[in-house]
């Protein structure tokens, strides 16, 4: 992973880019995801969901039959990779229904767009 610096602006955008899948996810409004996600999306929970592009992606959330409660995103470290690329590691903590709480690590690479950036690719691996 390169660590070339960001402006700080840059980083707080990547970072509320982060957030924003969150409070989508929670509120179930998937048909938004458009708004935090690219076009091309690479998505990997392993045994939870995978899907390649957003549509795709979409179409997965949808299909949940018990989505988390509420996502809590922690610990977010972005690297710059170049002007218009970010990695960004972070902790997450889930909300199930009947009060589980799981953990994750998110690995997402951020892509810069005409709109804003966006997720491009993410995988998570499950801790615990």
Not at 20 to 34: K, M, S, T, W
Not at 54 to 78: C, G, R, Y
């Amino acid at each position: 992973m390169i660590n070339q610096p960001m402006s700080p602006a840059d980083a707080r955008a990547i970072e509320d880019v982060l957030n924003r899948v969150a409070y989508l996810l929670d509120a179930h409004e998937y048909d938004r995801l458009g708004e935090v996600f690219a076009a091309d999306i690479s998505f990997d929970n392993p045994g939870r969901l995978t899907a390649d592009g957003l549509d795709e992606v979409i179409t997965a959330f949808k299909a949940i039959a018990t989505p988390a409660v509420s996502h809590h995103i922690t610990n977010v470290v972005v690297n710059g990779v170049d002007d218009d690329t970010a990695e960004c590691e972070s902790k997450a903590l889930a909300l199930r229904a009947g009060g589980q709480v799981t953990a994750a690590i998110y690995r997402d690479t951020v892509t810069r767009t005409g709109a804003g950036w966006r997720v491009s690719a993410r995988r998570i691996r499950p801790l615990g």
